[in-house]
């Protein structure tokens, strides 16, 4: 009986042990559209900074990380700039079934850094002295699909051929307007909008009637509670109101 004491607080110790290693913070990682990259980057901080665990972004284009992930990329999540990818690896049994949601409807517009050079409704488009103009591939990125469809819906798309400057990603294609590599684009509204600020440069919201609806869908790749808490997460009203801050749609406000 003597000897209670020590295995008692041998006892003790193992089982805080592994309550703590129960407690421990996680990790999941993450395959994130270009365009949602920074709206992300808030919400991951957020849900950080309330549970404890790490979100780890992979930026890139939709396509690439729908090639990558039918590859076995490890990924918990994926959170693409369409409908149809993340549809396309729930009908192929990669995706968790029930797990496919839209997170964001995206904006196209037709944008410069320079004040008063885009009009609001486009005309500029019409100019023949523009030498290059930017668009996302719309083989890969879904809004260089919708920048294609645009073009196409006004007649122009034949003769930006030669002038056109495509980006493998939205990401890219921003930086090529805004290094002024190409006097304007066709971008992300969210690529230009923050909360509370005004956008810098001038743009054209071109009309979505114009365009297929960029419908954002994310679905989780790997069972994991971790994952579900931060696909969760993203459906609550906090990282809503962030969504809309950076100039998307909510999928609750339509």
Known sequence: ??????????????????????????????????NFAETFAVIATQFERHTG???????????????????GAPFDAYFAADAERPEQLEQQGIALPGSRFTYALGKLILWSPLMDYVDEEGRILAD????????????????????????????????????????????????????????LGFIARSQVMRPGQSIKGSLWDVPQSLYSPIEQQAVML????????FLAFMRSEESLQTIRGFGYGAPDAE
């Not at 020590?6 to 003790?12: N, Q, T």
């Not at 665990?53 to 992930?69: D, E, F, L, N």
């Not at 798309?157 to 805004?178: A, D, K, M, Y």
């Not at 790997?222 to 994952?227: F, G, K, L, N, T």
């Open 128 to 183: 023949g002295n523009i030498r290059h103009l930017a668009i996302a591939n719309p083989r890969l990125a879904p809004y260089g699909r919708a920048a294609q469809e645009v073009l196409q819906s006004r007649g122009e798309w034949q003769s930006f051929q030669g002038r056109l400057v495509r980006g493998e990603n939205i990401g890219q294609t921003f930086q090529f307007v805004s290094s002024g590599n190409a006097a």
């Open 1 to 34: 009986m003597k000897h209670s004491g020590p295995i008692l607080s041998i006892i003790a110790t193992t089982t805080l042990l592994l309550i703590a290693a129960g407690l421990e913070a996680a990790e999941i990682r993450v395959a994130v559209a270009s």
């Open 53 to 71: 665990h790490k979100v780890i972004q992979i930026t890139g284009s939709t396509g690439k990380h729908y090639a990558q992930i039918r590859n």
């Open 222 to 229: 790997r069972e994991s509670d971790i994952a579900r808490d």
